[in-house]
T-cell receptor, first 114, second 113 residues
Framework: DARVTQTPRHKVTEMGQEVTMRCQPI?????VFWYRQTMMQGLELLAY????????DSGMPKDRFSAEMPDATLATLKIQPSEPRDSAVYFC????????????FGPGTRLTVL | DQQVKQNSPSLSVQEGRISILNCDYT??????FLWYKKYPAEGPTFLIS?????DKNEDGRFTVFLNKSAKHLSLHIVPSQPGDSAVYFC????????????FGGGTRLMVKP
């Protein structure tokens, strides 16, 4: 049963600290998405990769957030320095080569910045 | 400017009755629409989709209706079951946009036994 995995599932950190979230997309999928879910905004797209190349990161605060795909099996989202307003659930999703628009989501990382 | 809107943040329905979740969009380029369901502490899971060449798609208890002229779609669940209680997200995409989706804010459905 292929699934998107995300680590850690929960992270509590103090303001100013660096946070790194990791995602393993489903094998064979060539698109990866990072979303943030907040109470007010629903699911916000932060970044989007296709074949490991970043295609859209317009939703991401560039001064503190960065997203990378070091290889096809790993995507990372980094926040440095973290702020209390970054507290949210961060989801990674992957999609198969574009024959469908269906995305498959991971379980999310719940981030709390104190 | 939200291109996909779900104006009802929550909906409560009695078990066995019909649940109707609504979604409006503004971008006339959208031509593919999806519904995702999300349980607490889990990621959203794909539920049902519809292409703009259709006005209805049915899968068991779930039916999605699309009204292109009104830029409106709805998800009907009948009969509703307590296990359907979840947050439902509407999403839309432009064909050949490489899986990129625009999501609505979600509607929390509560089905009471």
């Amino acid at each position: 049963d292929a699934r998107v995995t995300q680590t850690p599932r929960h992270k509590v950190t103090e303001m100013g600290q660096e946070v790194t979230m990791r995602c393993q997309p489903i094998l064979g999928h060539n698109t990866v998405f990072w979303y943030r879910q907040t109470m007010m905004q629903g699911l916000e797209l932060l970044a989007y990769f296709r074949n490991r190349a970043p295609l859209d990161d317009s939703g991401m605060p560039k001064d503190r957030f960065s997203a990378e795909m070091p290889d096809a099996t790993l995507a990372t989202l980094k926040i440095q320095p973290s702020e209390p307003r970054d507290s949210a659930v961060y989801f990674c999703a992957s999609g198969p080569p574009a024959s469908t628009d269906t995305q498959y989501f991971g379980p999310g990382t719940r981030l709390t910045v104190l | 400017d939200q291109q996909v809107k779900q104006n009802s943040p929550s909906l409560s329905v009695q078990e066995g009755r019909i649940s109707i979740l609504n979604c409006d969009y503004t971008n006339s380029m959208f031509d593919y629409f999806l519904w995702y369901k999300k349980y607490p502490a889990e990621g959203p899971t794909f539920l049902i989709s519809i292409s703009s060449i259709k006005d209805k798609n049915e899968d068991g208890r779930f039916t999605v209706f699309l009204n292109k002229s009104a830029k409106h779609l709805s998800l009907h669940i009948v009969p509703s079951q307590p296990g359907d209680s979840a947050v439902y997200f509407c999403a839309a995409s432009v064909n050949n946009a490489g899986n990129m989706l625009t999501f609505g804010g979600g509607t929390r459905l509560m089905v009471k036994p």
